[in-house]
Nanobody, 122 residues
Framework: HVQLVESGGGSVQAGGSLRLSCAAPGYTYDTYCMGWFRQAPGKEREGIATIVSDGDTAYAESMKGRFTISVDNAKNTLYLQMNRLQPEDAAMYYC?????????????????WGQGTQVTVS
């Protein structure tokens, strides 16, 4: 079982920035696919970005330029830097993972999920 714990959400004014963290204590596999997703009330969960163990990243087209995914392998922690936030970015943000060397942005393809961290933009 892979445990994922998000943090870093909160309230921010439009135009501001936040950095989300996702700790994966005890993740011992050599390969990983990890990603960030979000879900606003009444909307489907959507993929933001993914990163795999060889460092390759992928972004949803609408997220490019403002969001940056990264990982600190020594700390087993995934990050999402979010800049120029807008009210439409308000959502619950989730990190997810699967033990594989490739990723997709489809939520159904990842099988480990954190509890989420709320982002509010006013």
């Amino acid at each position: 079982h892979v445990q994922l714990v998000e943090s870093g959400g909160g309230s921010v004014q439009a135009g501001g920035s936040l950095r989300l963290s996702c700790a994966a204590p005890g993740y011992t596999y050599d390969t990983y696919c990890m990603g960030w997703f979000r879900q606003a009330p009444g909307k489907e969960r959507e993929g933001i970005a993914t990163i795999v163990s060889d460092g390759d990243t992928a972004y949803a087209e609408s997220m490019k330029g403002r969001f940056t995914i990264s990982v600190d392998n020594a700390k087993n922690t995934l990050y999402l830097q979010m800049n120029r936030l807008q009210p439409e970015d308000a959502a619950m943000y989730y990190c997810a993972a699967r033990v594989a060397s490739y990723c997709t942005l489809r939520p159904s393809d990842l099988n480990y999920w954190g509890q989420g961290t709320q982002v509010t933009v006013s």
